[in-house]
């Protein structure tokens, strides 16, 4: 077995083949068939390459077979974004009648789709704490069709052990879908714990340069034919150019996640030790309440922590005006890093009921890009320093 970062380099030679070294952009909407027996087959053939660009593109085909390899799964596929990702396999999964489990910490497009979109289309859902394994056991109904978990989660970082809900899942018939857009492929690895469909916001981490929408699935094909099948229906459809970035962002991957996970570690014991901050949740740390949990599923813990202001919403916004590498962006996962107040940019995708539950007011998350981490302490420290300043 060649290494993951091998496998990024070369994973997807055998898709389509090209003497050229970089692979070609095939920026087109349609292909030709050769004759009546080739047509039928394209206009059938679930994830294909060589039909219509919204069935399936040798640039969307690449990717895939990389993805794949790195998550350990049959197959994979790209879609538009993440929320087309996941919006695409639960509709493709349930039913009016279903009963879907989430959490109660999740991506706020995530949490919408759980607590607003579904439940308008007959699905009732229930929202679990992660942190409670026996929570997700308990939820369980005899309509229960999916699982859907995040780990660590947005924007607290809270882990969910994902053995043990795989488990519990299969032995019920139920089909767990994990987000493992913080940690990537390098860093965790679902389906290695049994759980049957990996989801990312290829958008971050994947893509890696904060200049592409894109999400991606890997899983058995079985289920993703079935997700395929649907996204024809839903449209969200990756265009050629954006999926040769995202293969362009992956080839490096390994190498940036390396730096990630180095400065994210730094920044979460630096900021730990500061006076203006109440608490840092990230998985790495040892007084994070879940390490030993997350040690035993992740290799490393990502460039993403979130930390708790003591002057609350007014501290958090302030804290953010200070930074000088850090900029103030809804985005993460990118060679920048970004900071973000989640209590103010959760307000697009749900209530204020539904924020306050999910999201304190002093909370910022931080995400480390790949910048010196000496300089990305120190930007941190002499911000929140300043906030303190502010106060006295
Ligand atoms: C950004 C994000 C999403 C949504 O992905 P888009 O590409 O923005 O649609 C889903 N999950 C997590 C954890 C995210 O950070």
């Known amino acids: 077995m060649p290494g993951r970062s091998t496998v990024t380099v070369h994973a997807d030679r055998h898709v389509h083949p090209d003497p050229a070294v970089a692979p070609p952009i095939y920026q087109t909407a349609a292909f030709s068939a050769a004759d009546g027996e080739a047509f039928?087959?394209?206009?059938?053939?679930?994830?294909?390459?060589g039909f219509y660009t919204r069935f399936g593109n040798p640039n969307h085909a690449q990717v895939a077979a990389v993805l794949a390899e790195l998550e350990g799964t049959e197959a994979a596929m790209v879609t538009?974004?993440?929320?087309?990702?996941?919006?695409?396999?639960?509709?493709?999964?349930?039913?009016?009648?279903?009963?879907?489990?989430?959490?109660?910490?999740?991506?706020?497009?995530?949490?919408?789709?759980?607590?607003?979109?579904?439940?308008?289309?007959?699905?009732?859902?229930?929202?679990?704490?992660?942190?409670?394994?026996?929570?997700?056991?308990?939820?369980?109904t005899p309509q229960t069709r999916l699982i859907l978990v995040e780990t660590p989660s947005n924007p607290l970082l809270h882990i969910t052990d994902l053995r043990a809900v795989a488990d519990l899942a299969r032995a019920h018939g139920i089909i767990t879908l994990a987000d493992n857009t913080f940690a990537t492929p390098?860093?965790?690895?679902?389906?290695?714990?049994?759980?049957?469909?990996?989801?990312?916001?290829?958008?971050?981490?994947?893509?890696?340069?904060?200049?592409?929408?894109?999400?991606?699935?890997?899983?058995?094909?079985?289920?993703?034919?079935?997700?395929?099948?649907?996204?024809?229906?839903?449209?969200?459809?990756?265009?050629?150019?954006?999926?040769?970035?995202?293969?362009?962002?992956?080839?490096?991957?390994?190498?940036?996640?390396?730096?990630?996970?180095?400065?994210?570690?730094?920044?979460?014991?630096?900021?730990?030790?500061?006076?203006?901050?109440?608490?840092?949740?990230?998985?790495?740390?040892?007084?994070?309440p879940q390490h030993k949990l997350a040690a035993s599923q992740m290799s490393g813990f990502g460039g993403v922590l979130?930390?708790?202001?003591?002057?609350?919403?007014?501290?958090?916004?302030?804290?953010?005006?200070?930074?000088?590498?850090?900029?103030?962006?809804a985005s993460l996962g990118g060679i920048e890093s970004l900071a973000?107040?989640?209590?103010?940019?959760?307000?697009?995708?749900?209530?204020?009921?539904?924020?306050?539950?999910?999201v304190p007011p002093g909370l910022v998350r931080l995400a480390a890009g790949t910048e010196d981490t000496a300089d990305l302490i120190a930007d941190t420290l002499t911000a929140a320093d300043a906030v303190l300043t502010a106060r006295t």
Request: no cysteine; charged share 15%.
């Open 40 to 49: 039928a087959h394209g206009a059938t053939e679930p994830r294909g390459k």
């Open 186 to 288: 390098l860093n965790q690895r679902p389906a290695e714990f049994s759980i049957d469909v990996v989801w990312h916001s290829a958008t971050k981490y994947l893509n890696g340069h904060t200049d592409v929408s894109a999400g991606a699935l890997a899983g058995p094909a079985e289920i993703l034919d079935r997700i395929w099948d649907t996204s024809l229906l839903t449209g969200a459809t990756l265009g050629p150019i954006d999926a040769w970035l995202l293969l362009r962002g992956l080839r490096t991957l390994p190498l940036r996640m390396t730096r990630h996970n180095l400065n994210g570690l730094a920044l979460a014991q630096a900021l730990a030790e500061h006076p203006a901050v109440s608490q840092v949740n990230y998985p790495g740390l040892g007084s994070h």
């Open 340 to 358: 973000v107040h989640p209590a103010s940019m959760w307000r697009g995708m749900l209530s204020d009921e539904q924020i306050t539950d999910a």
């Open 80 to 140: 538009a974004s993440g929320m087309a990702a996941i919006t695409t396999a639960v509709l493709a999964l349930v039913s009016a009648g279903d009963h879907v489990i989430g959490q109660k910490s999740t991506y706020g497009g995530t949490a919408s789709v759980l607590l607003n979109l579904l439940p308008r289309l007959g699905v009732s859902t229930t929202l679990v704490d992660q942190r409670d394994t026996e929570a997700f056991e308990r939820a369980v």
């Open 306 to 329: 979130s930390a708790e202001f003591t002057g609350g919403f007014e501290a958090a916004d302030a804290f953010l005006g200070h930074l000088r590498y850090f900029q103030r962006s």
